[in-house]
């Protein structure tokens, strides 16, 4: 369909795997009390990335490599997912607590680490 296509023109090839993670309502809003939002999408390995919309990052290896090191794209497929489900309403909705929310970002630096 045209939507698609034009996702495709302006995003290359993330939009259609994007649109894929949206279908499959793999996009969680993570919110806690203080107003704190991240998001954490389900990849197709099975893996959950999470991503900030609020400075434009994800924590998964394409979004490193393509968008950090090389500047070859924008956006990786999880981050488009995020903006698309955003826009459509198709997020899951996660509320946690503070403590959740640290150990949530705790455990992604340990991964990175």
Known sequence: DMF?????????????????LVDQRSVTRVT???????????GSSGK?????????FC??????FSVLQKSESLLCKHLLAV???QAMGACQELS????????ILLAEEEDEG
């Open 59 to 64: 924590t998964c290896p394409a979004f490193e």
């Open 96 to 103: 946690v607590s503070e403590e959740q929310l640290t150990s």
């Open 83 to 85: 903006y698309l489900s």
């Open 32 to 42: 806690s009390p203080s107003g704190r939002i991240l998001y954490q999408v389900l």
């Open 4 to 20: 698609s296509l034009r996702l495709k023109f302006i995003f290359g090839p993330c939009a259609v795997p994007a649109l894929d």
């Open 48 to 56: 959950l990335y999470t991503c900030y919309s609020s400075c434009h």
